[in-house]
């Protein structure tokens, strides 16, 4: 089973904090948008947050803090994305030149480095789990991904929201899979959360 990379915090919390005591910290409260303009880096410090895919609100990533969105701005326009208040949360907005000049100036590079393997390596195993495959393979890449979830999570995680939010297959093809899973004794799920998952098949 592949594994999820674990997040570099040392990395990100080293970053942060050469940004800490310079720029004010603004607050979006739950549920709303955390507007982060063009040119600009976001540093969140707390809360919990979900960066969606601005066409079709796609999950692409969602999490605790600390994090940092934009640093590949130059490449593509934020546009693409939102990224939203799951509670409130603690940010700022960093001028992008401004960020790669403090990197550089307290010789922080190797942490950005650490947090680009990352999140790299994070793209591409959630290629190999949802691109290319057909309907199940994808829901199994899902469940596998949202197992190796802390329990904490996972117990607060609606397994077929989880799924389609981060798919968009249609809610009906879920829950026909997992129902399947459910009847062969490959998950248990309780209260709409993942409490056991057996290895899975490669073919339903």
């Known amino acids: 089973m592949l594994k999820l ?9 080293a970053i942060t904090a050469l940004f800490a005591e310079d720029h ?16 600009k880096i976001c540093i969140i410090h707390a809360g919990k947050h979900t960066l969606l895919r601005q066409s079709d609100r796609l999950v692409i990533d969602k999490g605790d803090a600390p994090g940092i969105y934009g640093i590949a701005m130059g490449f593509y326009p934020m546009a693409f994305f939102r990224l939203y208040a799951e509670s409130t949360c603690h940010y700022q907005l960093i ?18 480095y650490t947090l680009l393997s990352w ?25 596998l991904r949202l197992w190796q979830q802390e329990e904490s999570t ?9 799924i389609v939010r981060r798919t968009n297959l249609s809610r009906s093809m879920v829950m026909k899979v ?16 993942l409490t056991q ?6 073919e339903l």
């Open 178 to 193: 997992l129902a399947t899973l459910l009847h062969t004794g490959y998950i248990a799920i309780e209260k709409g959360k």
């Open 119 to 143: 999140f790299l390596a994070t793209l591409c195993m959630r290629e190999e789990m949802l691109i290319g495959h057909d309907s199940y393979r994808t829901i199994r890449g899902t469940l």
């Open 24 to 39: 004010p910290h603004l607050v979006a409260a739950k549920n709303s948008l955390i507007d982060v303009a063009q040119g």
């Open 154 to 162: 996972r117990a607060t995680t609606n397994v077929a929201d989880y």
């Open 95 to 112: 001028d992008h030149q401004r960020f790669f000049a403090t990197i550089a100036a307290h010789d922080a590079h190797h942490h950005l």
């Open 5 to 13: 990379p674990a997040k570099p915090l040392v990395a990100i919390n």
């Open 197 to 202: 998952l057996e290895t899975l098949p490669e």
